[in-house]
Nanobody, 115 residues
Framework: QVQLVESGGGLVQAGGSLRLSCAAP????????MSWYRQPPGKQRELVAS???????NYAESLKGRFTISRDNAQNTVYLRMNGLQSEDTAVYYC?????????WGQGTQVTVSS
């Protein structure tokens, strides 16, 4: 069973920042594309950002410039830095690892932005 362990969520005021972390097993982290998704209340899960093993990044268009995904290969950890948080960023944020037809999810971490 592959475990992706997320941390860093919480309550933050509008305009604030948070950094989410997701630790993965080394054999997964070294070859999988790592992504962050989010699911706002009452809405579908959506892609926030992804980063390949080579470091190529991709972002949801609406989040470019505020959110930054990065990875630390030595720590087998992917990060999501979120700046200028707004109430519409309130959601459960999920870490995802994908390679070929294999897909793994973390348990999710709640981010709540108060206005």
């Amino acid at each position: 069973q592959v475990q992706l362990v997320e941390s860093g969520g919480g309550l933050v005021q509008a305009g604030g920042s948070l950094r989410l972390s997701c630790a993965a097993p080394r054999n997964i982290f070294s070859i999988y594309t790592m992504s962050w998704y989010r699911q706002p209340p009452g809405k579908q899960r959506e892609l926030v950002a992804s980063i390949t093993r080579a470091g190529t990044t991709n972002y949801a268009e609406s989040l470019k410039g505020r959110f930054t995904i990065s990875r630390d290969n030595a720590q087998n950890t992917v990060y999501l830095r979120m700046n200028g948080l707004q109430s519409e960023d309130t959601a459960v944020y999920y870490c995802n690892a994908e390679f070929a037809s294999q897909n793994y999810w973390g348990q999710g971490t709640q981010v709540t932005v108060s206005s």
